[in-house]
C-alpha cells in the first residue's frame, strides 16, 4: 500500500554491551541519559514515521553508548534554535544533533567527535550549469539552512566573489533542510549546500532526481556536545565513544547507513 | 450614481393632487399592516394622520416614498408612479435611479430625526443637494443658513448632532429635507422622541411651512397640532382608513365608534 | 511532483493516528489556555476600571508587554530564559507552552472584556444597585452575564486565532499538527505534503468550533440585552440594505 | 550564560543595522498587507449582504478557508505549492508574504467591516435614501465614514497582531525581525538574545501604533456617531461604575 | 457580599418624616445642580416634583438613594443618615454594606425602566429579594406572581423584556421594586418615555400605590397625574425649589412668576 518509503533499518547495536563505561553518579542513578536533538534532520535523526521511534545514525551510535554506560537513550526532541541554551540549562545530560564542531563552539561547550561530515552540493540531474565548488556559485541562487557551517562557507564564498569583481552569491537561508531542498525542486534556486550524509541520502529515496555536483569538501566532525567543563561527562563519553568503536557497532553502523568510510572519525 | 439636471423647482408641477393611493396593500409576512388604503392629497393641502399605535400610520407614509415596498395597489406622487413602472403590461419595481430621483422630490422627517451623526448641522444639510442635485456649494451653503435661520438655529451651523437637544435636531432635520426643495413634506411622530417642552418650537415650524403652502403629510400624536393646522384629518385603525374628513368633522363630530374611543383615551 | 499518497495515507490509513494524536494536542492546549485567558481576562478588565491606581498601572502594563510582544518570544522566555535565571525551574514543554498562551491571551481577552462590559447599559448597573446589590453581586448576577453576548463572537475568533498559534509550541518541540508535520516530514521531505494534512485537521477544528460558537451565541441571546445594544445588533446590515428597492 | 554583550551590540553598536533593516522589512510588509487586507475585507463585507447568492458564497467559502487554515501554510502553498502546478509561477519571497498576508488579513477585515456596518444606525441609511441617495453614495458618504469609528478599535488590534505575525516570513527566508534573529543567532547559538532585541524593536513598533492609533480614534470622532453606539461607547464602564460609592 | 436578616418590613418604622433633606448641595463640575435644598416627605405621602428641564429633579431622586454623591448637606430616610455617617466627628461615606442595605429599603423606578435584559418578567422580580434579602425562592416567587398580578401582567411572567411593550415594562419595573418591600418609592419620570397611549396603564398603577398609603416622591410631566394625586407639589427650577404647596396652590394660585411661566407652557 502506501505506507511511508521505507528506511534503512535501525541499526541499534545487535551486540548486548556489557556496562563498562562508568557515568557520572547523578545519571547513574537516574539509570538514563538523556539527549538532546532536532530530529528533522535524516538521515542522523529523525521520527520512523512507521513506528513513530526517533532513528538515524546518530541516534543509534548514542544509544550504543548509553548501553555501554548501562543506560536506556531517552531522545528528547528539540529546536535547534534553544539547543545548546537547553543543554546548559541541564534539560538534557548531552546533545547529539548533526554539530559540527567549530571554534566559536568549542568556547562554549566540549566535543566528542564522532563522524567527518562533509559539505557537498545537491544539484538539478545533469548539472547542466556545470557546478563543482562554491566558487562556481557567484551570482547563483542558492539555498542553504540556518546555521550550518555551509552557510558561513557560502557567506565567505560570496565575499570572495566580489572580490574578485564578480557578483555576490544569493543565499536563500531557512529554518529546515527540509524546506532548503524543496527550493531546489521549485527551480528557486540552481544548488543547495548542505553536510554530506544528507545530500547522499536524499539521492538514495529518491532516485534519479538530483545528483552531487563537484566533490565532498572541507571535511568537518560532527561532535556530542556536553557542558563545558564537564569533565566528568565528557570522559565518560570518550570511553564510550572508544568503546563502540572497539566492539564493531561503529563500523555496523557506517554499513546500515550506507556512509563510506572516509566519514569515519579516526 | 448621482442624478443630474434633477428639476427640483415647483413649476413642474400638473394639476391632480399631490399624493394619490389606491388600493394600498401591505403585509409584513402574514400580518396586513395596510388593507387597501385609498386616500389623497391635494397641492398645499396638510393632511394630518392620527390613529392608535400599530395601526400602520408610519408604515403608510413609507409606502409613499417607496422606502418599503408594497404588496399590491398603486401611489402617484405628482401623478407619477412611484417605485413601479410598466414594462409590456407587467408592473415592475423601478431602477434604483429613478426611485432616487422620486425621493429626492419628497422630503422626509423621522421620528428618531436620523441626523447624519459625522456631520455638523450645515453639513447635514448640503450633503444632498451637493452630492444628489449636483447644485454648486456656494449657492447651497447660502440657502442652508436662510434655512437654519428659519428654524431658529441660525448659530448651531457648526454644531455636531450629539450636541444639540433634540427640538434642535429635529429642527435641522426638516432644514436638511427642505433644503432639496421637495414638492412634499411627510412627518412620522416629529415631536414624539421630544421632552415636552421642546415639541413646541418643532410644532412652530411645522405650522409656519403649512402656513406658507407646502403639501405636508402629518403623522401626529399632538391633536392640538392637528385641530389648528390641518386642512384635513384622517384616522387610521387595524391596516385600514377609518374615518376621515375637517378637523371639526373629527374631533367634534365623528361618527365612528372607534374613532370616539381612540380620540376619548388621548384628549 | 506533490506526493497525494502521503496525504492519503496520514488522512486515511495511518495505524498510529498520528495527525490525530497531533489534533489532540493542538486541541486540549486551545482549550485549556483559553478558559485561563479569559478568566485572567476578566481580573485584569476589572483591575483597569478599578478605582485603585497600581492596579490600574500594573494591568496596563501586563497588557502592553504581552500585546507587544511576540508570543514565540513569550514562550521561549519560559523555556529557554527562565532556567537561566532560576536553574531549578525547568518546566516542561506544555506547562511553558500553556503559560505563556494563558498569560498572553489573558491580555488580548482584557481588551475584548473591558470593552463588552463597557457596553452593557448603565442603566443595568443602576438599576442593580437601586436595588441594594453590592458591586460584586451585580457584576455576577447582572453586568457579567449579559457581557457575554457581546464577548463571545470575539472570543470566537480568538479561540479561532488559538488554535492555529499552537503551531508556535513546535519551536520548543511539542508535537502538535505544524511540529508533528515538520518532524514526520523530514524523513522523505515531504514537509510540505504533510502540511496540507495539518489544514485539513485545522479546517476540521476551526469548522466545528463556528458551529459551537453559533451554538453558544444562540444560548447567550434568550432576553437580548439592552436596548441600546440591541439596535446595533439585532438588525444586521444584510435585513436593513435588503430592503432597498431597485 | 545571557550574552547580554550580543544584545547590546545588536541594539546600538552594529554598523550595519541589521535589527534596524529588519524592523524596516516588518513594518512595510505589515502596513501594505493590512492596507490591501482593509480594500479586500470591504469588498468582502459588501459580497457577504449582497442579493445575488454566489457573490455570499463565495465570499463565505473565502473567509472559511481563510480563517481556518494557518497563515503559515497559506504562504507556503504561494511559495512551494504554486510552482508545482504551475512551473513558472515562482513568485519572489516577497510577494509571496504579502499576497498570503492580504488575502488572510481580507478575510479578517471582511468580519470587522461586516460587524462595524451593521452597528450604524439603520436610521442612517433610511435618511440617506430618503433625501435621494443611491445605494453607493449612501454607503460612501453616510454609512462607510460612521463605521470607521467602529471598525479602528478592532483594526488596530489586526495591525498589532500583524506585525508579529510578519515573523512567518522567515519560514520562507524573508529577513524580518524574527528570522533575523534566527539567521543571525544560530552560527554561535544566540538566537535567545536576538529574540530579545528583536522584541525591543517589536514593542517599539507596537507602542509607537498604539499612539498613532489614538489619534486616528480620535480624529474620526468627530460628531460621534449614532445614538444607540454613543450609548454603548460613550460613558467607558469605569466612568459609570466609579460612581458606586463605598 | 448580600445582607443578611435585613428587617424590611413596615413595622420598624418610627414617627419623624421619610425624608428629609438639609441643605443639599450637588455640583457636577462646575455646574450647581442642587443649591441647598430643603424638603420632607411624610409617611404615606405622594410627594410630585415638577418643573423645566434641567432644574435637577433627577439629581435630587438620585441623591436621596445615594445614586449620586452630594457634595454638602444631609439626608435622611426614616430618620437614618443616607450615604454617610459620623466617624471621630467628621463625615465619611458610609460602607457599600451599609449603603446597599438603605437601598434595600428604598425602591426606584427609572424613566427607562431599565429591566434585567437577560431575565424574564418574573426572575427579574425574584433576583433581589432571593440574592440580596436571601427570601426563600418559592415565597419569593409567590409573591412576585400577586405583584404581577396587581400590574396587570399575571400572564406575561416568562416574557423577556424586549417582548414587552414600553408600558409592560414599566409595570414590570415597578413590581420589582415593590417585591422589595420598600418604606419608598421614588419615581423619575416613569411615564416619560412611553407612548401616550401606554401612558395611563403605569399612571394608574402609581394611583393605586398611592391610595394604598405608600410613601412615594414622583418626578413627572404628567400635570393631569399631579394634580389628581400629589398630597403635596413642589416646583423646581435652576437647582432650587422654588415653590410648593398643595395641588391647588401650586397649579391654580402659584404666587411666583416662574412658577406660573412654566405652567403656561405645560398645561
Ligand atoms: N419592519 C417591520 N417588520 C415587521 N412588522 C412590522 C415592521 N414595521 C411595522 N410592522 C408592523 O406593522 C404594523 C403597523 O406598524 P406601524 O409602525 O405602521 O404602526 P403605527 O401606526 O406607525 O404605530 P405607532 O403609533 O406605534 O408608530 C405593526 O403591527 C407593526 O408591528
Ligand atoms: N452625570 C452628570 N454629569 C454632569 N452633569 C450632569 C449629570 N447629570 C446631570 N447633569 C446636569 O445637571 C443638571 C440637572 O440635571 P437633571 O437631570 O437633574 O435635571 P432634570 O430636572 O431631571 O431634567 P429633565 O427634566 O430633563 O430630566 C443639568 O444641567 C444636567 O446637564
Ligand atoms: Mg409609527
Ligand atoms: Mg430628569
Redesign the interface.
Known amino acids: 500500500g502506501n505506507a511511508p518509503v521505507s528506511t534503512p533499518s535501525t541499526g541499534i547495536p545487535t551486540t548486548k554491551a556489557t556496562p563498562n563505561v562508568t557515568a557520572p553518579g547523578d545519571i547513574m542513578k537516574a539509570g538514563t541519559l538523556v539527549i538532546g536533538s532536532d530530529t528533522t534532520y535524516t538521515p542522523m535523526e529523525f521520527v520512523d514515521t512507521k513506528s513513530s521511534n526517533y532513528i538515524g545514525f546518530d541516534v543509534d551510535l548514542i544509544t550504543a553508548m548509553a548501553a555501554h554506560m548501562g543506560l536506556k537513550a531517552e531522545i528528547q526532541k528539540t529546536g535547534f534554535d534553544t539547543i545548546f541554551d537547553d543543554l546548559r540549562n541541564k534539560r538534557f545530560d548531552v546533545v547529539i544533533s548533526s554539530v559540527t564542531i567549530n571554534d566559536d563552539r568549542k568556547k562554549v561547550l566540549d566535543f566528542v567527535p564522532y563522524f567527518n561530515a562533509g559539505e557537498s552540493l545537491l544539484v538539478q540531474k545533469g548539472n547542466p550549469k556545470n557546478l563543482k565548488s562554491v566558487s562556481d556559485l557567484c551570482g547563483l541562487n542558492v539555498g542553504v539552512q540556518t546555521g550550518t557551517v555551509e552557510k558561513s562557507d557560502l557567506d565567505t564564498g560570496s565575499k570572495a566573489c566580489k572580490a574578485a569583481g564578480k557578483s555576490a552569491i544569493n543565499e536563500t537561508v531557512l529554518q529546515s533542510q527540509t524546506d532548503v531542498v524543496q527550493l531546489l525542486a521549485t527551480n528557486r534556486v540552481v544548488a543547495t549546500y548542505q553536510d554530506s550524509p544528507v545530500t547522499d541520502y536524499y539521492n538514495k529515496i529518491n532516485p534519479g532526481q538530483f545528483e552531487v555536483g563537484g566533490s565532498v569538501v572541507n571535511s568537518a566532525p560532527y561532535g556530542i556536545a556536553v557542558r563545558k567543563g564537564d569533565t566528568a561527562m565528557l570522559t565518560a563519553m570518550q570511553k564510550a565513544f572508544a568503546a563502540v568503536k572497539a566492539d564493531g557497532t561503529y563500523d555496523n553502523l557506517f554499513k546500515t547507513w550506507n556512509f563510506s568510510a572516509q566519514q569515519k572519525q579516526s | 450614481?448621482?442624478?443630474e439636471k434633477?428639476d427640483n423647482s415647483p413649476q413642474n408641477a400638473s394639476n391632480g393632487p399631490m399624493v394619490r393611493t389606491e388600493q394600498l396593500v401591505k403585509r409584513f409576512g402574514s400580518n396586513l399592516v395596510l388593507n387597501g388604503v385609498d386616500f389623497t392629497v391635494d397641492r398645499g393641502q396638510t393632511v394630518v394622520i392620527i390613529g392608535?399605535?400599530g395601526s400602520g400610520k408610519t408604515t403608510l407614509l413609507r409606502c409613499i416614498?417607496?422606502?418599503?415596498?408594497i404588496d399590491s395597489g398603486r401611489i402617484f406622487i405628482d401623478g407619477q408612479m412611484v417605485?413601479y413602472r410598466e414594462q409590456n403590461g407587467k408592473i415592475v419595481?423601478?431602477?434604483?435611479?429613478?426611485?432616487?430621483?422620486?425621493?429626492?422630490?419628497?422630503?422626509?422627517v423621522?421620528q428618531?430625526?436620523?441626523?447624519?451623526?459625522?456631520?455638523?448641522a450645515l453639513e447635514n444639510i448640503i450633503?444632498?443637494p451637493i452630492?444628489?442635485?449636483r447644485q454648486p456649494k456656494d449657492e447651497v451653503i447660502e440657502r442652508a443658513r436662510v434655512l437654519l435661520d428659519k428654524v431658529g438655529l441660525a448659530n448651531k451651523e457648526d454644531a455636531?448632532?450629539?450636541?444639540l437637544s433634540g427640538g434642535q435636531q429635529q429642527r435641522v432635520?426638516i432644514a436638511?429635507?427642505l433644503a432639496?426643495n421637495p414638492k412634499l413634506m411627510l412627518f412620522d411622530e416629529a415631536t414624539?422622541a421630544l421632552?415636552?417642552?421642546?415639541v413646541?418650537e418643532v410644532l412652530k415650524v411645522m405650522r409656519q411651512l403649512a402656513e406658507e403652502g407646502m403639501t405636508m403629510v402629518v403623522v401626529t400624536?399632538e391633536m392640538g397640532f392637528a385641530r389648528d393646522v390641518a386642512d384635513h384629518v384622517i384616522f387610521m385603525d387595524k391596516a385600514q382608513i377609518v374615518e376621515q374628513g375637517s378637523p371639526q368633522q373629527i374631533f367634534n363630530e365623528a361618527q365612528n365608534e372607534r374613532t370616539r374611543s381612540f380620540l376619548s383615551?388621548?384628549l | 511532483m506533490f506526493r497525494w499518497d502521503q496525504v492519503w495515507y496520514y488522512l486515511f490509513q495511518d495505524p498510529n493516528f498520528t495527525f490525530l494524536q497531533a489534533a489532540w494536542i493542538t486541541l486540549w492546549i486551545s482549550v485549556v489556555a483559553q478558559a485561563i485567558g479569559v478568566v485572567l481576562g476578566l481580573i485584569l478588565a476589572l483591575m483597569r476600571t478599578a478605582k485603585f491606581s497600581p492596579f490600574r498601572w500594573i494591568a496596563g502594563a501586563y497588557t502592553w508587554f504581552f500585546r507587544g510582544s511576540p508570543l514565540l518570544v513569550q514562550v521561549l522566555l519560559l523555556w529557554t530564559g527562565l532556567p537561566k535565571v532560576i536553574p531549578m525551574a525547568l518546566l516542561p514543554q506544555w506547562a511553558c507552552v500553556l503559560i505563556a498562551f494563558s498569560l498572553n491571551e489573558g491580555a488580548y481577552m482584557s481588551e475584548i472584556i473591558r470593552a463588552a462590559l463597557g457596553s452593557v447599559d448603565s442603566g443595568q448597573m443602576e438599576a442593580a444597585k437601586a436595588l441594594g446589590m453590592p458591586y460584586g453581586l451585580a457584576m455576577r448576577r447582572i453586568i457579567i452575564p449579559q457581557a457575554m453576548r457581546v464577548i463571545i463572537p470575539p472570543l470566537g475568533n480568538e479561540f479561532n486565532n488559538m488554535m492555529k498559534t499552537t503551531s508556535i509550541a513546535s519551536v520548543i518541540g511539542l508535537m502538535e499538527l505544524a511540529g508533528t508535520a515538520q518532524v514526520y516530514g523530514a524523513q522523505i521531505f515531504i514537509t510540505f505534503e504533510l502540511l496540507i494534512v495539518a489544514t485539513v485537521y485545522y479546517l476540521l477544528l476551526t469548522t466545528i468550533w463556528e458551529f459551537i460558537q453559533r451554538w453558544i451565541e444562540r444560548r447567550f441571546d434568550p432576553g437580548r440585552t439592552n436596548v441600546a445594544v440591541d439596535e446595533v445588533m439585532q438588525k444586521s446590515f444584510s435585513q436593513r440594505v435588503a430592503g432597498f428597492g431597485g
Do not use: C, W
Request: glycine letters at 4%; zero cysteines; proline letters at 5%.
Open positions: 450614481m448621482t442624478l434633477l392608535p399605535s416614498n417607496h422606502l418599503e415596498k417605485g419595481e423601478d431602477s434604483e435611479k429613478n426611485i432616487a430621483r422620486m425621493r429626492a422630490q419628497v422630503g422626509f423621522f428618531r430625526f436620523n441626523l447624519f451623526a459625522h456631520m455638523t450633503e444632498a452630492h444628489v442635485l455636531y448632532p450629539h450636541r432635520a436638511r429635507a432639496m414624539s421632552d415636552p417642552e421642546l413646541g400624536h383615551r388621548v
